[in-house]
């Protein structure tokens, strides 16, 4: 645990710790911001249409869960501003801390009588208001970050990760996902295997590390489906993939009815509000896992399209931070942030649409639920951190 | 950045710029490349259409009088998804649906199946809808019964009774009809997929006669509400809310009364064969204005009753409408009843006759009997006659004189050795006249008859060779006496040719030769009105209920026959003579009315099903009044006996009911028609309120 608390200090051409608000602001990555934004008012404008006339037919509020996602976005921004206020070099102090609260977390939402169960997982925390927390959002930030502060403890400028290293940091990685596959969340569980191939194999460590690594990967997942450790529910979603018949009222209906949407959508799209799909709730839990859903039949595959440009920009600029930062450090929290979004978008998108099985991941800053907003945008702030930082 | 770490990370960067290639070809495919596909898909999802069938359009008689019209039903259903998850499937309640319909158990329960669920052959009444919507048992149910089931839900559990619209066949004047009219059905699966109309599941549609001919016109447009559904099939919005447009009606050129008399005639000389000991197993009966081929009325025997499909077809009536043992009612002998026509055939051979130089008004021999090659022909309906002209020839349907000229014209042609430049007198007179060509009447299912002729043979020689040559094999067992045999043989090795015997036979409507009685309904018409061939019309006009005229049949010539004006007026004589003096002088003696036509007795080759030979055909062909001839009216009775006895009666019963005649005097006030015939107004449709003309 040495390593945890053993800080550096590198030399930095700005000032280190807390800046000014305009300081930090004026440093940003404004192409990066920009696409978030786009991402982050699209999202909103998507849950809106999502969820307005079924709300307006039971006589609810038409608005509430726009609120909600705007209060969501809110909050989310304000962390991902106080994210960058601090040096990044300073959060690396303050991993252990983060990795431990999140593991505790995972630990809590297990015990009987806290977690709530939703679809089968039990995934999340009750809070007073009707809030919920799900502590494997915040968990992956501290893989990121716990990961790449042990596979950028090097000792001299052209040493690479050791092998202890490569172990220690797997078991930051394992312990969070250990406990994730336990509620069981499969999405997330892939989403940190992700960050983990994406850190190691950019941190310089053996590539045989990255070879072996998929390897057990799909071994793993092989020997899980086998021995009945995936949940019979993940087994019939991947099943319904391959034959969409399989399952047909359940999530094959889910998948079929998720194409049909967007395939019916059109280059143009139905209009913002007058998709037929989304207003008859064809398609459930559109307004989070399934939001691309409403995005292909209102905006079509302009909208879509424009979409997926937004996640390109994004990754553009990310990578383009990543590259330029000299810090390996902050080189490899880009890289596991990259890992996560890329993995996650590719996951999400790809599921509405057959590409991939289906597992529960929101897709990232367009989704409604407040943990993955916040865990989002916290990942942002860590992007900006660097590039203000790395300038 | 070492290098490793470099290369990851450019590895990394291309990875992810694939995956986002990926959505964006796969965003590409779903939306633009297949979206069509998509939308469609979509649109069955959301919505749901309410089908309300339209009110059917009337067929109805020359005065607006309904043949056929929808009138208000009660239907009974039985509701598949209550019944089957009952710990019996149902069966209880359908047996108590079963003794207050009185419909037997097995039948009722045929008709709550779905048709795959049945074995095929069993498959009778089946339901060819869906199991999701309840399954009609019978519209015709009583007030009482309906009562019972809604008052008794409990104990009916899963049927229930609704008021639909039924197809109605009043028979106001006790016509039946059934042969022209036909009968409607649900719609079929194929129905359902024709890409040329567009139908849905509970609809009713004609299936045959007119209410198939004159399906798109009776048919009308349903209203058809179409609602955006909800997941939970909540209606969220009507996308679509259309009323039904009622079908036009189809007003014919029958007459009721007619065709209530016409009926009656055909089945009382049915009787009268039979009481003089034949067999006379169907017949057909039509009465044609020959001025415009209009038919008046057209009867088929053995007939059936077209209101059975709404009280719900049972098995049993089902296997009868094609059993040999009650006749074959579904089959309308006049126009797909072919036989011999026997002497009425004599008509066109006077006329081929005379196109080969043959005098009429000379004296021809008339024996007993006459040799054709080593065969010897007899008189059939006469004996003996001596010299006599032609006129007494035809009254008297002497058959050796025509042995004679066709026996010389064949020779002439060359006989077993054809030459190249055949005259083929007989054969080509009889295509002109349409033998062998459908009338084109406006009804499905017309059949062509046969002209055999030399084609015919050479093609029927083909098609049976291996079977003439190989007939020891071949034929049945009963079918292999001497006779046959030697016969099989002969036509083994030159059946291809026209021999001695077909070309006599022939030219008396004997042999191969086939016509349905309404083709020489349409030819005897022509010899009256003076050589022209009508299409026979059974529809005079399409009217809106409203009525306005959608479209009018005027007559339509179908040809002239081969007829000289010396043609015309020797037949017009002779077919005169036939009912004063020759074999229907007994029949007409003393009827007021001056019919002119033609006896005929035609001979058929083979067996009934209990090995008794065939009885003759019964025919009589005619038109009147004699000097300016109106109608034409043709009676066929099959395994009738004679053309004289039997036919030529029945036909008088009609012209009697035509003009109006009891006894030997004719009341112009009991006539169907005014003293210039049919009129052809097209009346006012009110089926509803409609009543017969009193007169």
Redesign the interface.
């Known amino acids: 645990m040495s390593n945890f608390l053993h800080l550096r200090q590198r030399r930095s051409r700005r000032t280190f710790g807390i800046g000014s608000l305009r300081e930090n602001l004026s440093g940003v990555d404004r192409l990066l911001m920009a696409s978030v934004s786009a991402l982050l008012i699209l999202g909103s404008l998507l849950v809106w249409a999502a969820t307005r006339s079924w709300f307006a037919?039971q006589n609810l509020d038409p608005q509430y869960y726009l609120k909600r996602h705007l209060v969501n976005i809110v909050i989310g921004g304000l962390l991902a501003y106080g994210t960058t206020l601090i040096d990044y070099r300073m959060i690396r102090a303050y991993t252990p801390f983060l990795w431990g609260f999140s593991v505790l977390g995972l630990i809590f939402v297990l015990l009987p009588g806290v977690g709530s169960t939703v679809n089968g997982a039990k995934s999340w925390i009750g809070l007073p208001g009707g809030f919920q927390l799900q502590p494997a959002e915040l968990a992956k930030i501290a893989v990121v970050a716990g990961m790449a502060m042990l596979l950028s403890e090097i000792r001299d400028i052209?040493s690479?990760p050791s092998h202890s290293d490569v172990v220690k940091a797997l078991a930051v990685a394992l312990i969070p996902m250990g406990l994730i596959m336990l509620q069981p969340d499969l999405g997330e569980a892939l989403i940190i295997s992700s960050i983990v191939i994406?850190i190691i194999?950019?941190?310089?460590a053996p590539?045989r590390w990255?070879v072996g690594l998929l390897l057990v990967g799909l071994l793993t997942g092989f020997v899980a489906v086998k021995a009945g450790v995936i949940h019979q529910y993940q087994v019939k979603r991947l099943q319904s993939f391959v034959d969409p018949n399989a399952d047909p009222q359940q999530s094959g209906y889910q998948l079929r009815?998720s194409?049909?949407?967007?395939?019916?959508?059109?280059?143009l799209g139905r209009g913002l509000f007058n998709g037929?799909?989304t207003?008859?709730?064809?398609v459930p839990e559109q307004q989070t896992d399934f939001i691309f859903t409403v995005a292909?039949e209102e905006l079509?595959?302009v909208g879509?399209?424009f979409i997926?440009f937004c996640?390109?920009i994004f990754?553009y600029r990310a990578?383009l931070i990543?590259?330029r930062t000299?810090d390996?450090f902050g080189?490899l929290v880009c890289?596991g942030v990259?890992?996560w979004f890329?993995f996650q978008?590719?996951e999400n998108?790809?599921m509405t649409?057959?590409?991939m099985p289906m597992t529960g991941v929101p897709l990232p800053f367009m989704s409604y639920g407040g943990s993955s907003m916040f865990a989002n945008m916290i990942a942002l702030g860590l992007l900006q951190n660097v590039h203000i930082r790395s300038r | 950045?070492?290098s490793?770490?470099r290369m990851?990370?450019l590895?990394?960067?291309v990875?992810?710029?694939s995956?986002?290639l990926?959505?964006?070809g796969?965003?590409?495919y779903?939306?633009?490349a297949?979206?069509?596909?998509?939308?469609n898909?979509?649109?069955s999802?959301?919505s749901r259409d309410i089908v309300e069938p339209a009110v059917r359009g009337a067929i109805t008689d020359r005065a607006g009088i309904p043949l056929a019209m929808d009138r208000a039903g009660l239907e009974i259903t039985v509701d598949r998804s209550v019944i089957d998850k009952m710990p019996d499937q149902g069966k209880a309640v359908i047996l108590k649906l079963s003794s207050l319909l009185k419909v037997k158990y097995p039948d009722l329960y045929a008709r709550t199946r779905l048709c795959g669920e049945l074995p095929v052959g069993q498959r009778t009444g089946c339901w060819n809808g869906t199991r999701y919507q309840p399954i009609p048992v019978t519209k015709l149910a009583t007030e009482a019964q309906a009562l019972k089931i809604l008052e008794n839900p409990d104990y009916y559990k899963g049927i229930d009774s609704t008021p639909v619209p039924i197809r109605s066949y009043p028979s106001l004047a006790g016509e039946n009809a059934a042969h022209i009219l036909g009968y409607t059905g649900g719609v079929t699966d194929a129905d359902l997929s024709s890409t040329t109309k567009v139908y849905y599941r509970n609809e009713t549609i004609g299936k045959t006669g007119l209410e198939y001919q004159y399906e798109p016109y009776l048919h009308g447009i349903p209203g058809i509400k179409t609602v955006?559904?909800?997941?939970k099939e909540a209606i969220?919005q009507t996308a679509r809310d259309t009323k039904p447009i009622p079908g036009d009606n189809v007003i014919t050129n029958i007459d009721v009364r007619l065709q209530a008399a016409t009926e009656k005639a055909l089945a009382t000389s049915v009787a009268r064969s039979r009481s003089l000991g034949y067999r006379a197993d169907s017949g057909a009966a039509i009465v044609m204005d020959v001025k415009t081929g209009a038919i008046l009325a057209m009867a088929s025997y053995p007939t059936y009753d077209p209101n059975m499909w709404q009280k719900g077809l049972t098995v049993q009536q089902a296997k009868d409408l094609f059993s040999e043992n009650t006749g074959v009612p579904a089959l309308s002998r006049a126009i797909q009843g072919a036989y011999a026509p026997a002497s009425t055939f004599k008509a066109l051979s006077v006329v081929a006759a005379t196109k080969a130089g043959y005098n009429m008004n000379a004296l021809y021999d008339c024996p007993a009997q006459l040799k054709v090659g080593t065969q010897v022909f007899h008189n059939f309906e006469t004996k003996s006659q001596g010299r006599i002209n032609m006129n007494d020839a035809i009254a008297v349907s002497c058959d050796t004189i025509w042995y004679q000229i066709a026996f010389d014209l064949w020779l002439k042609d060359g006989g077993l050795f054809p030459k190249k430049n055949l005259n083929d007198y007989f054969f080509s007179n009889a295509a002109a006249f349409h033998i062998g060509k459908a009338t084109g009447v406006d009804l499905p299912g017309e059949i062509n008859g046969r002209l055999p002729n030399r084609a015919w043979k050479q093609a029927y020689y083909d098609a049976n060779k291996k079977f003439f040559c190989d007939y020891k094999n071949r034929a049945r067992k009963s079918d292999l006496t001497p006779y046959l045999i030697a016969i099989a043989h002969e036509n083994c090795l030159d059946g291809n040719k026209l021999r001695a015997g077909d070309a006599v036979n022939f030219a008396i409507g004997q042999g191969d030769t086939l016509v349905t009685p309404l083709q020489l309904t349409q030819i005897y018409a022509a010899i009256a009105n003076g050589g022209t061939l009508w299409k026979p019309q059974i529809a005079e006009a399409i009217v809106k209920p409203n009525g306005e005229i959608v479209k009018q049949f005027s007559k339509v010539s179908d040809g002239k026959a081969p007829l000289t004006s010396s043609d015309v007026s020797f037949l017009h004589q002779a077919l005169r003579a036939v009912a004063t003096k020759g074999t229907a002088a007994g029949v007409f003696a003393n009827f007021p009315i001056e019919v002119s036509g033609k006896t005929g007795t035609g001979q058929v080759l083979g067996r009934n099903a209990n090995g008794s030979a065939k009885d003759d055909t019964s025919w009589f062909a005619s038109f009147a009044p004699a000097a300016k001839p109106q109608y034409a009216v043709v009676m066929m009775v099959s395994q009738g006996g004679f053309g004289a006895s039997v036919s030529a009666v029945g036909v008088k019963d009609i012209y009697s009911a035509i003009y109006g005649v009891t006894g030997n005097t004719v009341n112009p006030k009991k006539a169907l028609f005014s003293s210039t015939g049919p009129s052809y107004i097209i009346p006012k449709v009110d089926p509803k309120n409609a009543k017969l003309p009193t007169k």
């Open positions: 037919s052209d690479l994406g194999a950019v941190s310089g590539s990255v009815q194409r049909i949407t967007i395939g019916s959508g059109g280059v037929p799909q207003n008859g709730r064809f292909g079509g595959f879509s399209g997926l996640f390109f990754f990578f990543a590259r000299s390996p080189r890289v990259i890992a890329a978008t590719f998108i790809g649409m057959g590409l | 950045m070492n490793r770490s990851s990370l590895v990394l960067q990875l992810v710029i995956l986002l990926a959505l964006f796969r965003l590409f779903l939306q633009v297949d979206g069509l596909r998509y939308q898909a979509a649109l999802i959301q955006i559904v909800d997941r969220t």
